[in-house]
């Protein structure tokens, strides 16, 4: 838990691997709290990535990075040249939104300062 209440998901996006789509973020597993995302959801998101461009289905997957997602009730915004951020939990909101959210949201930074 966060000051504010609630603790940042950890886990990876799951991309396609023709596409380089992110398909879905997957949870990973805390100790004693949750058992991450299921294994089903990730199964479906996949296929349901495959049925919609069914030339990517003979490309398989990939896990990227670590991530830390946001799970803040109230969001707030802001981005940066990797993605659109939170500034309450430091976590990531979206990472293919970047610099087209740039004209629309406050740009002050979270660390202090401003971008």
């Known amino acids: 838990m966060s000051i504010h209440g609630v603790r940042s998901a950890h886990g990876r996006l799951k991309f396609c691997g023709t596409c380089g789509t992110a398909i879905i973020f997957v ?3 805390v100790q ?21 461009s069914p030339r990517c289905s003979a490309g398989g997957t990939f896990g ?38 740039r004209g629309q949201l406050s740009v002050s930074s979270p660390k202090g300062g401003s971008q």
């Open 27 to 29: 949870e990973a597993r």
């Open 64 to 101: 990227g990075g670590d991530v830390v997602a946001c799970r803040c009730t109230r969001v707030i915004p802001v981005p940066r040249d990797d993605g659109l951020w939170c500034a309450h939990c430091d976590g990531l909101v979206s990472p293919s939104l970047t610099n087209s959210t």
């Open 32 to 52: 004693g709290e949750h058992a991450g995302t299921p294994q089903e959801l990730v199964t479906l998101a996949v296929a349901s990535h495959f049925r919609a």
